[in-house]
């Protein structure tokens, strides 16, 4: 089973949304929460399959320990943002 961590945000006046620090680009969003991290894994297999129609090599998944130095990711869990897990089982395919 391959898991990324994503960040779950909602500011005032926006859909709730989820971003993925290793996947530039990927995120998806809702007008709920479980609506957000329900799309959550589709917006995983969806990024990593276009990555490999472009023969792109997959990102490792940092750690929560990693990621936490990274700026954009401060950034946000100072503003109260929350880390996630997103799994999905379906990617071992994608992966290898």
Same mark, same amino acid.
């Given at each position: 089973m391959i898991r990324y961590l994503g960040i779950l945000e909602k500011d005032p006046g926006s859909l709730w949304g989820i971003w993925f620090p290793d996947l530039p680009g990927c995120g998806t969003a809702g007008e709920t929460a479980d609506i957000a991290l329900d799309r959550a894994p589709e917006a +995983?297999? +969806?990024?990593? =399959?276009? *990555?490999? *129609?472009?023969? =792109?090599? +997959?990102p490792l998944s940092?750690?929560?320990e990693d990621l936490r130095s990274d700026t954009d990711v401060q950034k946000a869990l100072s503003s109260g943002h929350a880390v996630i897990v997103v799994q999905v089982p379906e990617l071992e395919r994608l992966a290898g």
């Open positions: +995983l297999r +969806l990024w990593i =399959e276009d *990555a490999r *129609a472009d023969n =792109e090599t +997959l940092r750690s929560i």
